[in-house]
């Protein structure tokens, strides 16, 4: 039987990796989640989990308070979170915790050779070299969870022997597509949480609205798949169905599809190499009759260019990159700023930083921080 430890328990992806593990018999060994107490308590109970931590101190108390006596170990903050990380008899654990709270978990996940199903995407997107170095050296294998990923790490099964030429990275476009940069300077925060095929959190929603989450990925995939930015391409299908595809050097392609259910990619995370059967529908290609592919407006959507930029410029300046658009996106939600100043945002930024290697996990955060405060003092 296998046993898993899962960051990130209540969110989206966490309630469906525990459906997975219900269905497939998958023992959770430890359960983490940042500020829903009640949801992590039951899943705690429900699981039999031997450790359980929330994140934001504050809850603590009502944790201790609904689990005290049931021979569990409650744990608070990023300790905790990597105190589960270093856990021994965990066979995988399932990062799904959102922003950069994820990174030193999954280092200490990877310090301890434990294998890693990722979902979070900071820990890549900001520590993409320090992270990859790391799992090369002690052997471990990470997984994707996103459906992206996880469409170009199931293309790629098989094929170690044969270079990849490029990778086509497909985006739903989000809820703005074939908008002008001119309509899209006075949209609101509920229209822009509108998702079309996705129902996700709040944070990767706006980040679907403004491209970024693609830019987010196309950084990922870079690092995943050792990939020059280059040989990456960007493709616009509305349709979801399609969840991405690897060329190679015969010029075939070979792509991955199914109906956009994440519990296809979490099941396959989890289960991998294996396949059974899982609780979505079968695609109906007949039902779409029409797939479409379009190239991305890049001029409209800056702030997805602006990622690839800080791709292909290298150092720290993904790192940075993310950091402000965190901050961006949550005075976007705040109402502080307008949904256009995101991606102008990050171009500042890129425009002002030196070049910064980034070697180590303290020289990550501490650019983070940079970032943000850079951020802060601009609204
Ligand atoms: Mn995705």
């Known amino acids: ?17 525990l459906d997975v593990c219900r269905k497939h018999n998958i023992r959770v060994k430890a359960l983490a989640a940042n500020t829903n107490v009640s949801l992590l308590a039951s899943q705690a109970l429900e699981f039999g989990a031997e450790y359980v931590c929330i994140c934001n101190d504050k809850y603590y108390k009502v944790l201790k308070e609904k689990l005290d006596g049931k021979g569990i170990k409650l744990l608070c903050g990023t300790e905790g979170l990597c105190e589960i990380a270093a856990l021994d008899g965990v066979d995988q654990m399932v990062n799904a915790v959102v922003g950069m709270v994820g990174l030193l978990p999954t280092l200490t996940a990877i310090e301890h050779k ?19 170095k790391a799992a090369r050296e002690n052997g471990v294998k990470i997984v994707p969870i996103d459906s992206e990923h996880s469409a170009i790490f199931q293309c790629l099964q098989g094929e170690s022997h044969n270079r990849i030429k490029k990778i086509i990275l497909t985006a739903s476009g989000g809820p703005f597509h074939g908008r002008t940069a001119d309509e899209l300077r006075n949209v609101t925060v509920e229209e822009a949480l509108r998702h079309p095929n996705w129902s996700m959190g709040k944070k990767i929603t706006i980040d679907s609205a403004t491209l970024v989450n693609k830019g987010l990925e196309f950084i990922e995939a870079c690092h995943l798949f050792d990939v020059s930015p280059c040989d ?81 410029m290298g150092y720290a300046y993904p790192c940075i990159m993310n950091a402000v658009n965190e901050e961006a996106v949550m005075a976007f939600l705040d109402g502080k700023i307008s949904f256009m100043r995101i991606g102008e945002l990050i171009n500042s930024a890129l425009a002002e930083f030196p070049a910064v290697r980034l070697e180590s996990y303290k020289a990550v955060i501490e650019m983070d921080r940079q970032a943000r405060e850079f951020t802060i003092s601009k609204f």
């Open 232 to 312: 990456i391409e960007i493709l616009v299908h509305r349709q979801s169905v399609v969840h991405s595809a690897v060329e190679f050097e015969d010029n075939s392609v070979i792509a991955q599809m199914g109906v956009p259910d994440m519990k296809i990619p979490i099941q396959y995370a989890l289960l991998y190499p294996g396949r059974t059967e899982c609780d979505v529908k079968p695609l109906s290609l007949s039902d779409y009759g029409t797939l479409t592919f379009e190239k991305p407006d890049y001029e409209t959507f800056s702030a997805l260019s602006a990622c690839i930029n800080a791709m292909k």
């Open 114 to 132: 434990t294998d890693v199903a990722l979902a979070n995407k900071e820990t890549l997107v900001a520590g993409g070299n320090i992270v990859m």
């Open 1 to 17: 039987m296998k046993t898993i430890s899962l960051l990130g328990s209540t969110g989206s992806i966490g309630t469906q990796t």
